[in-house]
């Protein structure tokens, strides 16, 4: 695994700290991200820095990652979950109030660069009382550097176009979840249509 070079690394945390925040505002606004809702994080040191996945971590870059992933989410009131690489089966960091409050399974390990991955690690480090678990169903997700944090998102999910599309040298994907539309060409979806079917002049629906 090459070390970064201090420029390179200085460069991508300075890019972390002023993009990252302006993603994150867009996409709880996107996703509606408040108390109650869960965001799954996955994120690349190697390709912030402009390496292949995996082969430059960045300690220093994955600590700009949590901290600023964690403040957004204590300012939202939202739970967070981050995701580690696939030594770890892709689990997740969470905090071990938020794995009990949603019946998550935990799972037993340790995240570390090489094992885990530097944000997931440090995002372990930075928690209060943290654990891993090994699945969530997320409302909104941010993959920064194409990790793949699919499997960790409830259906449905829908892609969100931010106003940047690259934090260092890493592609940005991020994604808001709603849940699935059902029951045909006669089923409603808006408030306000199931109000106007509901009032007397509304003329009659027949039964399924």
């Known amino acids: 695994m090459a070390p970064l070079s201090k420029a390179i690394e200085a460069e991508s945390m300075a890019a972390v700290r002023r993009d990252l925040p302006v993603l994150l505002a867009h996409l709880a606004r996107e996703a509606d991200l408040g108390p109650g809702k869960l965001l799954v994080v996955g994120a690349s040191t190697s390709e912030v820095a402009g390496a292949r996945i995996g082969s430059a971590t960045s300690v220093a870059i994955g600590q700009a990652i949590a901290e600023v992933v964690l403040a957004f989410a204590r ?86 176009r931010g106003p940047i599309r690259d934090i260092g040298q890493a592609h940005v994907v991020m994604a808001r979840c709603r849940p699935p539309l059902i029951g045909g060409a006669r089923a409603v979806y808006h408030l306000e249509e199931a109000r106007r079917r509901m009032a007397a002049d509304a003329p009659p629906q027949p039964d399924a």
Request: aromatic residues 2%; negative net charge.
């Open 75 to 160: 300012e939202a009131g939202c739970d967070v979950a981050f995701q580690c690489c696939e030594h770890l089966n892709r689990a997740l960091v969470v905090e071990k109030a938020v794995a009990r409050s949603r019946g998550l399974q935990e799972v037993t390990a340790i995240p570390v660069p090489g094992a885990g991955g530097a944000v997931a690690a440090a995002a372990y480090l930075a928690m209060a009382d943290a654990c891993l678990v090994s699945a969530v169903a997320a409302d909104a997700g941010i993959d920064i550097g194409d990790t793949l944090i699919g499997m960790h998102l409830r259906p449905v999910a829908v892609p969100v």
